[in-house]
């Protein structure tokens, strides 16, 4: 059965997990497969299965096929309303956990939040935050509060453009908006995905050159902006956050060593 996935040019580890998802199976219990390699496939299940593969071949996102993406230990739920969470925005958690270091109930904001990923990957490290988690698409914030309910994590969830309407003295403004470029040809691959949440007019920066402009006035004397961005938007991203008065520039690399992440700190005094 996942011979026949692989001769469709499924990934193996997609065809594994679809399987898995067809029988019921947690997608945890690889190594189950493993053991009953050669038993035949239930002639039930047998269908779900060669359509799954089909749609996974058409470039549904496995994700969505499973109704489930594990992001940072914690089992989300998702649906084409919302953006894929990416295996490389967890660079972006692991510093936004590193700036929030020695500070006691810390506020956070999350903008974009989509299946609410960054935020709640935030609050289940770091209990005492008060967590913010903004989005203008009311079908995502949907999602974001179901995986919150369903991992007993308190973030409060606002719709709401970007910055529009929230408090001032964050500790922390995290986002990973929409960066790509609207003639990008990667938007081919990624068409089934939410196009608000990736597209952000002609050079992909429009909303991050609106969240870093927006920042300052909603951010306390010390506290960090956070931006994801695309593979190529690291130096103009840092010079955006220089030219606005930000200090201590910087960019942090995704698993594949591309820089990938880029923020810096707001001194009100300087
Ligand atoms: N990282 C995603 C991709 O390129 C894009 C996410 C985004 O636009 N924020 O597949």
Not at 19 to 46: C, E, K
Request: aromatic fraction near 6%; proline fraction near 4%; include cysteine.
């Amino acid at each position: 059965m996942l011979s026949a996935a692989a001769s469709m040019g499924i990934d193996r580890l997609d065809a594994q997990l679809l399987l898995l998802h067809v029988l019921g199976r947690q997608t945890t219990d690889r190594a189950w497969l493993l053991v009953h390699d050669t038993d035949p496939l239930d002639d039930a299940v047998w269908p779900n299965y060669a359509s799954l593969c089909a749609r996974r071949k058409a470039g549904e996102p496995t994700a969505y096929l499973l109704g489930e993406k594990e992001f940072h230990g914690l089992g989300l739920q998702v649906d084409p309303r919302v953006l894929v969470p990416r295996p490389d925005t967890e660079t972006l958690v692991d510093w936004a956990l590193q700036c929030l270091e020695g500070r006691d109930a810390p506020t956070v904001i999350d903008l974009g939040t989509g299946s609410g990923a960054i935020a709640l990957a935030i609050q289940r490290a770091r209990r005492d935050a008060q967590v913010t988690a903004v989005d203008a698409s009311a079908d995502a914030l949907a999602v974001a509060r179901g995986n919150a309910e369903r991992l007993g994590l308190p973030v409060r969830f606002q719709q709401a453009d970007w910055l529009a309407g929230a408090d001032a003295g964050y500790d922390l403004i995290v986002s990973n908006p929409p960066y790509i470029a609207r003639e990008d040809i990667h938007l081919a691959a990624l068409q089934h995905e939410p196009q608000g949440a990736l597209v952000s007019g002609d050079d992909g920066l429009d909303d991050i050159r609106r969240i870093v402009d927006a920042a300052p006035a909603h951010l306390a004397d010390g506290g960090w902006l956070l931006l994801e961005h695309g593979y190529d938007q690291s130096a103009a991203v840092r010079e955006l956050l220089r030219e606005r008065g930000f200090a201590e520039s910087q960019s942090r690399d995704d698993l594949a060593g591309i820089a990938r992440c880029s923020g810096g700190i707001w001194r009100a005094v300087k």
